[in-house]
């Protein structure tokens, strides 16, 4: 199984840009979880979906984010617009319910 | 949500055990304990959960005390791959909109050679 798999790796990108994060799951997965890690605020839950539903989205900063999972084997997050205070690690994880989950080697964002 | 307290680091030798301690005292009858781990420049990795029997698998060993108000994890002979940040996590196993892992600080170990 090639894992959980998100893409870009990297994105840089302009103030006021829509920025768009992407990802794979684990085949066989339901559950998919959507995280963010900065240095100040350390590794936090954005959202998560279960059944390819959103279950919480609590985490969710503002209304500039969204999060779609319009099948069981994609899930996008969008920023639009961007902002500079958005650069941060994005991490998406998947598991089979709510057992242990496996993340992505996640998505390095920044906005200048 | 139930907290856990971790030191923020801790020091091990090359080969020796490392045994790296949890408080959660305010931990609920349904709160699984979970440890995550994360590498340098990578996502986090499960490494072992328990409710309250110790458990044991390939990677670590999870000890929970008989009043569930703290856990330690054991890594056996520990490796200079084992540096990392470890987390200690309550997840709440009723599922649903209860479920969430809310990381914290964690304890970043550093294994010297």
């Known amino acids: 199984d090639a894992g959980v798999i998100q893409s870009p790796r990297h994105e840089v990108t302009e103030m006021g840009q829509e920025v768009t994060l992407r990802c794979k799951p684990i085949?066989?997965?339901?559950?998919l979880f959507w995280y963010r890690q900065t240095m100040m605020r350390g590794l936090e839950l954005l959202i998560y979906?279960?059944?390819?539903?959103?279950?919480?989205d609590s985490g969710m900063p503002e209304d500039r984010f969204s999060a779609k999972m319009p099948n069981a084997s994609f899930s996008t997050l969008k920023i639009q617009p961007s902002e500079p205070r958005d650069s941060a690690v994005y991490f998406c994880?998947?598991?089979?319910?709510?057992?242990?989950?496996?993340f992505g080697p996640g998505t390095r964002l920044t906005v200048l | 949500d139930a907290k856990t307290t971790q030191p923020n680091s801790m020091e091990s030798n090359e080969e020796e055990p490392v045994h790296l301690p949890c408080n959660h005292s305010?931990?609920?009858?349904?709160?699984?304990i979970h440890w995550y781990r994360q590498l340098p420049s990578q996502g986090p990795e499960y490494v072992i959960h328990?409710?309250?029997s110790n458990v044991n698998n390939r990677m670590a060993s999870l000890a929970i005390a008989e009043d569930r108000k703290s856990s330690t994890l054991i890594l056996h002979r520990a490796t200079l791959r084992d540096a990392a940040v470890y987390y200690c996590?309550?997840?709440?196993?009723?599922?649903?909109?209860?479920?969430?892992?809310?990381f914290g600080k964690g304890t970043l170990l550093t294994v010297n050679p």
């Open positions: 994880a998947s598991s089979w319910d709510y057992n242990e989950q496996f």
């Open positions: 085949s066989g997965h339901n559950s």
């Open positions: 979906f279960n059944n390819n539903v959103p279950i919480d």
């Open positions: 305010t931990i609920s009858g349904t709160d699984y």
């Open positions: 328990g409710l309250t």
């Open positions: 996590i309550l997840r709440d196993g009723r599922g649903g909109s209860n479920y969430k892992l809310t």
